[in-house]
């Protein structure tokens, strides 16, 4: 299999085809990894796709300074629902970044070689997630001003957060998540940013790339402290895969109400996280692999890889709904029975149903290898899936807040224009910067790609196109 430094053996037919296409060597990495921020002109394409990710930016700046000038009543948000889409907005964004932290850290950790024609892709896509993420609960609190007291920080009026709420845990969870994945994403980018330095003819670009890779010459100390580095934080970064979205569960997990007082929170949070965030790996590889010809870097075979991972934690996804429902019938407590009825047959069963065919339904098809093979099956499931989880996160929110103990005090939610635009908008930010990652900075990670593929293959595949597909 593999040779006594981890390098993947040539001759074994079961790990060639994980890695590139056939008879790619390393100088055809570097052309067409670094070839797509070189180019001078930008495509068209990239405008017209940048251009429709700046107005939903735009409109999700003008909904929160509205939000902020006129106040959290242009939410949809009533008595007992005072969660609504922002709330579940926070646990869906955080929830696709969980893929990045994976693919990146864990991953590499078990040597598995396949990650490196990915993992660039989902880091990437990790910050950006967290990004979109830490806005709603910050406007959330109401007074945006005042979000400093979610701090330790010395004030006027004396005030301490309350270290018991899970929902202080959330603001070092999620800034810790943001910060090792921010300090895994650059620092793997390193020697790449590097090869841009040494490749670039303008005096701006060399400039700029030469600050970002902080002086990098590759030498062989260099690349001692780097692999070491890159050890560390991949296991500072493991714990957290566990670790922030049990933290986001506690949210819901630690409080009194039925639905959300259940012991499975954090473990099923961890599997849906894991689940919309490959999900929306896939949603963006596919376009970006086929717009910039990668499709002999990023082959079939990843594609297949990560389907089979979304079959398994649409799986456990769905295990955890019916463990959900046997919970709620072993314990006897009535309320956590009605609780989930009502999920089922109550006012928003037409949002329980949608989740359930869309998270546990629709990945089955991803049984047969054709269907984890084909383009257009593959990319109608995993939207169906980011459709499916945000409607999870819907569900657990909403319907457990609308109908809580007391009849009298029932009440149906129902969004805004505003809530609708605020999420819409947070869709701008998200590929916004997703495009400029793509035109600016290395989409691969080439340097890791070369460490696990062998150059001169004997087969080479003479056209440039004829890859896995």
């Known amino acids: 299999m593999t040779d006594i430094n981890g390098i993947p053996n040539e001759d074994d037919p079961r790990q060639r085809p994980l890695l590139t296409a056939e008879g790619i060597g390393l100088t055809e990495i570097t052309e067409m990894v670094a070839g797509i921020p070189e180019r001078r002109e930008t495509p068209r394409a990239w405008y017209i796709a940048f251009a429709c990710s700046l107005t939903l930016l735009s409109i999700l700046g003008v909904m929160l300074a509205y939000l902020i000038f006129t106040g959290v009543g242009v939410w949809g948000n009533n008595n007992p629902a005072f969660w609504g889409w922002p709330i579940v907005n926070f646990v869906f964004w955080v929830g696709i970044g969980h893929a990045g932290t994976l693919i990146s850290a864990i991953l590499f950790l078990t040597r598995q070689n396949w990650r490196t024609g990915v993992n660039r892709f989902a880091e990437a896509m990790t910050i950006f997630a967290v990004c979109c993420a830490g806005i709603f609960p910050g406007v959330h609190i109401g007074r945006v001003w005042l979000a400093f007291y979610l701090f330790p920080l010395p004030n006027q009026m004396s005030l301490w957060p309350n270290f018991r709420s899970p929902l202080l845990w959330d603001v070092f969870a999620v800034g810790t998540y943001a910060t090792v994945s921010l300090l895994f994403w650059y620092m793997g980018m390193i020697p790449d940013i590097a090869t841009l330095r040494d490749r670039a003819k303008h005096p701006i670009r060399r400039f700029v790339y030469g600050v970002l890779s902080v002086g990098w010459t590759g030498s062989g100390r260099e690349w001692s402290r780097f692999e070491k580095a890159y050890l560390i934080l991949a296991g500072l970064a493991t714990p957290l895969v566990l670790s922030v979205h049990s933290v986001v569960s506690f949210d819901f997990a630690v409080a009194q109400l039925p639905g959300w007082h259940t012991t499975i929170f954090p473990p099923y949070f961890v599997a849906g996280a894991v689940f919309s965030g490959f999900a929306m790996v896939v949603t963006l590889m596919i376009p970006a692999r086929a717009f910039f010809g990668l499709k002999d870097i990023i082959t079939m075979n990843h594609l297949d890889v990560m389907n089979k991972i979304i079959l398994t934690t649409g799986s456990l996804v769905g295990y955890a709904y019916a463990t959900e429902f046997f919970i709620a019938w072993y314990s006897g407590n009535p309320y956590e029975s009605f609780a989930f009825i009502n999920r089922a047959f109550g006012p928003y069963a037409w949002a ?118």
Not at 429 to 452: D, G, H, I, N, Y
Request: proline fraction near 6%; aromatic fraction near 16%.
């Open 352 to 469: 329980y149903w949608t989740m359930v065919s869309c998270n546990v339904i629709s990945p089955q098809i991803f049984w047969f290898k054709k269907a984890r093979r084909s383009i257009p099956i593959m990319l109608t499931v995993v939207i169906f899936v980011n459709i499916g989880m945000w409607f999870e996160r819907f569900v657990i929110t909403v319907t457990s807040l609308s109908r809580d103990f007391l009849p009298s005090s029932w009440g149906y939610f129902k969004p805004t224009i505003v809530d609708m635009l605020t999420f819409l908008g947070s869709f701008g930010l998200f590929f916004t910067l997703f495009l400029l990652f793509c035109r600016f900075l290395p989409m691969v990670a080439m340097a890791e790609v070369k460490m696990v593929v062998p150059e001169g293959h004997p087969s080479h595949v003479e056209d440039n196109g004829a890859s896995n597909e």
